[in-house]
């Protein structure tokens, strides 16, 4: 059976850190994410991609297990690239991170309305859909009209995710 998880933000070693600072870096990221699940069998169906922390939800393939590594070549790749643009060979840029396995479909909907909507509590824009690093847009251009309807009116402020960074809007 599949498994819908929503991946927590995966924390910097230096205390929150913005080392995804600028539109260039939040791509880099972005597109790497979005490669990388493909390419390992997972389904998003929610993203958000800051400065300093992202989030995730999405359908597991058969082997649930291809999670860890999925993330781990992420995380190597873009330390690496980071580390090679900030000129600091060995820093370590990603700290840990945390996954929750979503089974009751309450649940699920209530994560897929955070991570969309996340842009928006950080302040960043006014929409999420205007946020060009999140599946708020692309939810709403892919999903049926009824589902976007659902999930927008799905309020969040009982969601709990520890999610007490402050991302940079300098994109």
């Known amino acids: 059976m599949r498994q819908r998880r929503h991946r927590g ?97 309450k649940s699920y909907l209530a994560r897929l309305a955070y991570v969309h909507q996340n842009p928006v509590r950080h302040g960043l824009v006014p929409v999420a859909n205007a946020y060009p690093w999140c599946s708020a847009a692309w939810f709403e251009r892919t999903a049926p009209s009824a589902a976007v309807k659902t999930i927008s009116g799905i309020k969040t402020d009982q969601v709990k995710v520890i999610d007490d960074y402050d991302p940079l809007d300098d994109w």
């Not at 999925?70 to 000129?87: E, V």
Request: with cysteine; glycine share 6%; aromatic share 10%.
């Open 9 to 105: 933000d995966a924390r910097r070693s230096s205390e929150k850190a913005h080392f995804l600072r600028g539109a260039a870096r939040l791509q880099v990221l972005h597109r790497g994410l979005l490669q990388l699940a493909r390419e390992y069998g997972w389904q998003l169906e929610a993203w958000a991609v800051f400065s300093n922390h992202y989030h995730l939800v999405a359908q597991s393939p058969a082997d649930p297990s291809s999670l860890r590594p999925m993330l781990k070549q992420l995380h190597t790749r873009m330390s690496g690239c980071l580390n090679r643009l900030d000129a600091t060979p060995g820093r370590r840029v990603w700290h840990n991170f945390w996954e929750t396995i979503l089974t009751p479909e």
